[in-house]
Nanobody, 114 residues
Framework: QVQLVVSGGGLVQAGGSLRLSCEAS????????MGWYRQAPGKQRELVAI??????NYADSVKGRFTISRENAKNMVYLQMTSLKPEDTAVYYC?????????WGQGTQVTVSS
């Protein structure tokens, strides 16, 4: 069974940085994409960043501030977040898509104070 373990959330002041990590285990299929979504209170879950097939895609709201990266040998994906804004406050989720389907990790809270 595929499991995703997320770490790195927390409280940070506006302008600060955080790095989220996500480690996948139990993978038995080829990984297509790994990425990050977020959900703010009262809002729908939205894509933040995704990587796969050599490409990286970002939500317009985070372009230039967030960087997604993967460490394939360790089945890990990271989200480096810089110049954080209060509107980045949300629960962040790691996701992995393989040929067998999509898996979601537990969320991690990121709170950016003004």
């Amino acid at each position: 069974q595929v499991q995703l373990v997320v770490s790195g959330g927390g409280l940070v002041q506006a302008g600060g940085s955080l790095r989220l990590s996500c480690e996948a285990s139990g993978i038995r299929s080829s990984i297509n994409t790994m990425g990050w979504y977020r959900q703010a209170p009262g809002k729908q879950r939205e894509l933040v960043a995704i990587t796969g097939g050599g490409a990286r895609n970002y939500a317009d709201s985070v372009k230039g501030r967030f960087t997604i990266s993967r460490e394939n040998a360790k089945n890990m994906v990271y989200l480096q977040m810089t110049s954080l804004k209060p509107e980045d406050t949300a629960v962040y989720y790691c996701t992995l898509r393989t040929t067998a389907g999509t898996v979601w990790g537990q969320g991690t809270q990121v709170t950016v104070s003004s």
